[in-house]
Nanobody, 118 residues
């Protein structure tokens, strides 16, 4: 079992910044693929950013150039730096850990609310 605990959400004005953190209960980054997803009211959960390998990343088109995913293996914590926030970024943000073998092992954090509004 893996527990993921997110923090860092809140209310921010358009154009502002936030940094989300996701801390895992044990060191998993060498085996699990880590990512951030979000779900806005009335919409499906969507990928925001993820690590596709040890060093490669993938971002949703809507956040490219504004969001950055990073990690600290020692902590072990994954971050999502969000700059130039827009009202359409408002959503609950979830941390995800996934390992695909013959079975898919997947864990989600509890979610953290991000609200972008003036």
């Amino acid at each position: 079992q893996v527990q993921l605990v997110e923090s860092g959400g809140g209310l921010v004005q358009p154009g502002g910044s936030l940094r989300l953190s996701c801390t895992a209960s044990r060191s998993i980054f060498s085996t699990y693929s880590m990512g951030w997803y979000r779900q806005a009211p009335g919409k499906q959960r969507e990928l925001v950013a993820k690590f596709t390998s040890r060093s490669s990343t993938n971002y949703a088109d809507s956040v490219k150039g504004r969001f950055t995913i990073s990690r600290d293996n020692a902590k072990p914590t994954v971050y999502l730096q969000m700059n130039s926030l827009k009202p359409e970024d408002t959503a609950v943000y979830y941390c995800n850990a996934r390992l695909i073998l013959t079975t898919v092992y997947e864990y989600w954090g509890q979610g953290t609310q991000v609200t972008v509004s003036s």
